[in-house]
């Protein structure tokens, strides 16, 4: 889970026996336990269904679902689905993440969660640029 510019609030890894649907109701308990304010979530086409009523019954957030464009052929930017797509290639860069390398779901999610905090600090930390003198 995300924010709107692409920074990690939450991670669940699990295993693939795990429908995402279910796995998204893991990540929601997750993230509702650390940020309260949230109201509104976008997400794709897969977590339609029951789990709207699901986070809206369990925390009062709206899943609101961003769909492909009505005719829409090949590939086409879609508000908001964009956002997630671009942390995924952010952690991508990261040589940890490139494979599955984790035994356990908890060092895979501690892996996404190191990754994400290097690249904020180097964003936090990138020197200024410099100044020409006259």
């Known amino acids: 889970?995300?924010?709107?510019?692409?920074?990690l609030l939450a991670v669940v890894v699990h295993s693939a026996a795990i429908q995402d649907r279910d796995g998204a109701k893991l990540l929601f308990i997750r993230a509702a336990a650390s940020f309260?304010?949230?109201?509104?979530?976008?997400?794709?086409?897969?977590y339609a269904g029951q789990l709207i009523a699901w986070l809206q019954r369990w925390c009062g957030w709206v899943l609101e679902i961003v769909?492909?464009?009505?005719g829409q052929i090949g590939f086409?930017?879609?508000?908001?689905?964009?956002v997630v797509e671009r942390t995924f290639a952010w952690l991508g860069h990261s040589r940890?993440?490139?494979?599955?390398?984790?035994?356990?779901?908890?060092?895979?999610?501690?892996?996404i969660q190191i990754a994400m905090i290097?690249?904020?600090?180097?964003?936090?930390?990138?020197?200024?640029?410099?100044?020409?003198r006259r």
């Open 1 to 7: 889970m995300v924010d709107t510019l692409g920074l």
């Open 36 to 46: 309260p304010s949230i109201s509104l979530v976008w997400a794709d086409g897969g």
């Open 67 to 70: 769909k492909k464009l009505e």
């Open 76 to 82: 086409q930017v879609l508000p908001r689905r964009w």
């Open 96 to 111: 940890r993440l490139s494979k599955d390398y984790e035994e356990l779901v908890e060092n895979s999610e501690a892996m």
């Open 118 to 132: 290097r690249l904020m600090l180097h964003r936090l930390c990138r020197p200024a640029p410099r100044q020409k």
